[in-house]
């Protein structure tokens, strides 16, 4: 029975395996449970299916009104596709964090940080602006085969350059 337990793979719920046979791909395994798969030549890549949070403090940004402001936001995603996962991109974390970054940058840069009359702004509208940060996030993550659950943005400050400048203003 020991010499069994080398061909044997668990897959935990959540969890998909990506098997590739002297480096070639040979198959997915996407159901939980134990299978026996013989060792040579196979190479195993796991990816958890679950939600993946990542947070981005304190990225400096400028408004719509070349403002700069710090922000900072939460993603929650999940991996949708293993195989992009894992061979789209060098590191579907790092990937998606850089991302982020971006989308930040280019949300803000159609806002104004305060109050703007009747306009939209990104201290009032909170819904319609994480609703748009996803949209704009989703397509630049395809391929590394995640899917974005929510965006939002958690702080929002005018950095310590500006504030400095409105405090000699006054």
Request: charged content about 20%; glycine content about 6%; some cysteine.
């Amino acid at each position: 029975l020991s010499c069994c337990s080398n061909f044997r793979m668990i897959v935990k719920p959540s969890e998909e395996v990506i098997l590739l046979h002297w480096g070639k791909f040979f198959g997915v395994i996407r159901y939980p449970g134990m299978y026996y798969v013989s060792p040579i030549g196979i190479e195993q890549y796991r990816v958890s299916l679950r939600q993946h949070t990542t947070e981005r403090n304190g990225v400096k940004v400028s408004d719509r009104d070349a403002v700069p402001v710090r922000v900072s936001g939460v993603v929650v995603y999940r991996i949708k596709h293993a195989m992009h996962a894992m061979f789209g991109c060098d590191s579907y974390t790092e990937a998606v964090k850089d991302q982020v970054d971006l989308t930040l940058k280019e949300i803000c840069s159609e806002y104004p940080f305060g109050l703007a009359g009747e306009q939209p702004s990104l201290r009032t509208n909170h819904h319609m602006i994480n609703t748009r940060m996803i949209e704009l996030l989703q397509p630049k993550v395809e391929y590394c085969g995640v899917e974005i659950k929510s965006f939002a943005l958690t702080e929002m400050s005018v950095t310590d350059e500006m504030q400095g400048a409105m405090l000699a203003k006054s």
